[in-house]
DNA sequence: CTGAAAGCGCTTACAG
DNA sequence: CTGAAAGCGCTTACAG
């Protein structure tokens, strides 16, 4: 423990009972508003809490109440703008209910993961937020967390537990791109970036696909190129892509930053993107809308993501019994330049 | 209150003891890894707490001990990725000095800070780390903070107080800026962007102005262009800039965004940024590297600079008598693409 | 309407 | 090496 004793003496609900001559019964009453104690000695109180700046405690009132009045939130990259405007919005939402955040950032990494939890546990949240980091041990998540409190997760599937779960939409959001593409007459639209088994690009894949068979086409497995959801790693694949994928025209891609790193990777090549090859992303980060060309892309909301997960998290905490829910988070399909549409 | 009562029966020190047989003093010392108990005794404790799945609550120690596990981080805008980085260089030391990370969010509004001070100071954290909100109110947070706990400011300066202070080396930033300008051969070179009001934007004009008069060049009135700090905003200056600025070949620009704001802008007017007119950045943001041309900068490292602020506050938490502290992060010129290179 | 007493889960002198 | 007792700051039946 590196906790230090606070340097100066605190003012209890017994410094103002005492100064008020009432018991701290009735300082504790006019604290949480009781309409049981008298006006006057309800103004006496009041005047005397703000003359000593009495400051409430409420960890002892949650120790003794055995209620709590924060809420964990562990975010796996806070560095991704995607994240940190979700933890914006989860703080606020959360201020609004009268909780507290205690934040955690794991850095991806599912040792930090667990230990962070683990530490967050012993401050009794009422629930917990978590968007777990990248091959998370579902098994080992609920060792630390039990049964013991609510559990929300964010956005990447967890196998087999039964908390409730808030996602994008991500397969309708890669159908609405591909079905844009094919609107302007593209046929041979390729799929690229993510990893193959994360359960988000999973279920974009899935909504490629769709749209492509429901427009009688059966992409190619070539069509299909991994990378890392990196820019770098992105713009490094495209001749895969192009070699894997001849006659290409479009590509629906994993996430704006592969998009980007396609569109370099497009530039290198002599080949304008846009007019040339065709380019979805999804995310809508800020640059998307801002680059040349603009990039068609689906917005995702992340501030309202994360004020719809604390509401569902404290919904869960007002009601532990309720059926668990999987809840979808709507996208929206930006129309920009990225796509050709110049060419119809 | 919205706090709710806990589900499940909590597992204590007294059941421990009870199971064990011990006292719940023993129990506590286990927990606390003393040394005074018999190694039997200790290992039949703690495979107890192993079976009964024992959380330690650590808000009853704290309250006991007089001590707080916990710092308040208070920042002015979370979607911005520079202060997402520096958050998590912060709650990153904190987790190691085993210290926990209350979080707030104000979203630039001086009222939302003051609720959220207020707050957050009820749940008793050691100290606070403040990343005040634009026109904050020095009086007013004093009024809030006290005396009660230690302060460390970032980034934007407060008048009048007493706190532990912790900001970019703005001034030396943009002075290396300009000189990197001034030694390409440039020598009607403007100021563009920021709210002349701020703090930042004051350090980085006196560090350009400093450059310019050791050169001996004495910038006119009309080569300190004001905006603010967005994109949009500096892209539609861009006219004013070169309206007021005749024949001016480079700008030292108050951000990244700003410069992307007027790369934007001198495009729009058929001036290729970086071969005829020369721009610098601040911050380094991902774009910077990767945009054509890639940005000259400086680089400010935030997740360090949130280590660094972590590590001040606990210094002052262990010694809260030690002389306030002024420091200043380190920043480091990105010399990149935009800067005209090519034309020496 | 107000007060005395017990207790939330923990720790810490103090005896033994 | 271990236990009984007091207490951190608060709240809550229960009397009066």
Chains 1, 2 share one sequence.
Not at 95 to 118: C, D, F, I, K
Not at 167 to 193: K, S
């Amino acid at each position: 423990m590196t906790a230090i004793k606070s340097r100066h003496k605190v003012v209890t609900v017994t410094d103002i009972a005492k100064s008020c001559g009432v018991s701290r019964a009735t300082v504790s009453l006019v604290l949480r508003g009781s309409p049981l104690v008298h006006a006057d000695t309800r103004a006496r109180v009041e005047a005397e809490l703000k003359r000593q700046r009495y400051v409430y405690n409420r960890a002892a009132a949650n120790l003794r109440r055995q209620t709590s009045s924060s809420v964990a939130l562990v975010i796996n990259d806070l560095s991704n703008p995607f994240f940190a405007e979700f933890a914006a919005g989860v703080d606020e939402a959360l201020g609004e209910g009268r909780y507290v955040t205690l934040l955690g950032s794991t850095a991806e990494s599912p040792e930090r993961q667990e230990a962070v939890l683990a530490s967050l546990v012993e401050h009794a949240p009422a629930g917990i937020i978590l968007s777990p980091a990248e091959h998370s041990d579902a098994v080992a998540l609920q060792r630390v967390l039990g049964a013991r409190m609510p559990v929300l997760v964010f956005n990447r599937e967890l196998s087999g537990h039964d908390w409730d779960f808030l996602a994008l939409d991500n397969q309708r959001g890669a159908r609405l791109a591909t079905e844009h593409l094919l609107a302007l007459g593209h046929r041979r639209i390729a799929f690229f970036g993510g990893h193959a088994d994360s359960s988000s690009c999973r279920q974009r894949r899935e909504g490629y696909l769709e749209a492509m068979r429901a427009a009688g086409i059966e992409p190619e497995p070539g069509w299909l190129v991994e990378s890392s959801p990196t820019r770098g790693d992105a713009a490094a694949r495209t001749a895969q892509l192009l070699e894997r994928a001849p006659g290409s025209t479009a590509a629906v891609c994993y996430n704006d930053n592969v998009a980007f790193g396609l569109m370099l990777g497009l530039r290198a090549r002599g080949v304008l993107p846009g007019s040339e090859f065709a380019v979805t992303g999804f995310d809508d980060i800020s640059e998307a809308a801002l680059s040349t060309p603009p990039l068609t892309t689906l917005a995702v909301q992340p501030r309202v993501c994360g004020r719809l997960a604390a509401e569902m998290l404290l919904d869960r905490v007002r009601e532990p019994d309720a059926p668990a829910r999987r809840v979808v988070a709507p996208v929206q399909l930006m129309v920009r330049g990225s796509c050709g549409e110049s060419m119809q």
